[in-house]
Nanobody, 119 residues
């Protein structure tokens, strides 16, 4: 099992920045990718960004590409999401999640952290 604990959410004005962190524990050796997904009120959960744990390859949703950056610290089993140029549309609960194989579903989830962007 893998446990994920995320933090860093908060309130920010449009155009501002936030940095989310997610630390994994447990059987971290089994993690293939770690990613961020978000869900806004009344909307479906959507993919934001992901990173391969070993190779470091990154993937982004079109809506955040160029504004958000995902990174990792393997020694700390931690993934980060640097969010710049935030928009009100970015307001959502952000979840850290992990897969254990290349084409696998997200199997492990954090508790979520609220990001609110005011106009």
């Amino acid at each position: 099992q893998v446990q994920l604990v995320e933090s860093g959410g908060g309130l920010v004005q449009a155009g501002g920045s936030l940095r989310l962190s997610c630390t994994a524990s447990g059987r971290t050796f089994s993690v293939y990718t770690m990613g961020w997904l978000r869900q806004a009120p009344g909307k479906e959960r959507e993919f934001v960004a992901a990173i391969r744990w070993s190779g470091g390859n990154t993937y982004y949703a079109d809506s955040v590409k160029g504004r958000f950056t995902i990174s990792r610290d393997n020694a700390k089993n931690t993934v980060y999401l640097q969010m710049n140029s935030l928009k009100p549309e970015d307001t959502a609960v952000y979840y850290c999640a992990a897969t254990t194989r290349p084409l696998g579903e997200y199997e492990y989830w954090g508790q979520g952290t609220q990001v609110t962007v005011s106009s």
